[in-house]
Nanobody, 115 residues
Framework: QVQLVESGGGLVQPGGSLRLSCAAS????????MGWYRQAPGKQRELVAT???????NYADSVKGRFTISRDNAKNTGYLQMNNLKPEDTAVYYC?????????WGKGTLVTVSS
């Protein structure tokens, strides 16, 4: 059974930082593309960043230069380092892994950026 568990969300002031984690089980994590997505209240879910099994990364324009996606295959865990957070980054953040058209999602972790 595949399971993804996100953690690390919370309340942070504008300009602050958070590090999200996504712990995977039930898969050989290294063989999967991993992505972080977010969904703000009243908006559609959107792509934040992806990282391939070969560590190639891709970012949404809105987070380039502020967020960094990474992975530790030995720990079956992916990360999203978020710096210089803005109120518009407030959302539920989800991780997803995918391979050969099979996608698995976590349940999300809430990030709130507010003073």
């Amino acid at each position: 059974q595949v399971q993804l568990v996100e953690s690390g969300g919370g309340l942070v002031q504008p300009g602050g930082s958070l590090r999200l984690s996504c712990a995977a089980s039930g898969i050989i994590f290294s063989g999967y593309v991993m992505g972080w997505y977010r969904q703000a209240p009243g908006k559609q879910r959107e792509l934040v960043a992806t990282i391939t099994s070969g560590d190639n990364t891709n970012y949404a324009d809105s987070v380039k230069g502020r967020f960094t996606i990474s992975r530790d295959n030995a720990k079956n865990t992916g990360y999203l380092q978020m710096n210089n957070l803005k109120p518009e980054d407030t959302a539920v953040y989800y991780c997803k892994v995918g391979k050969w058209g099979m996608d698995y999602w976590g349940k999300g972790t809430l990030v709130t950026v507010s003073s």
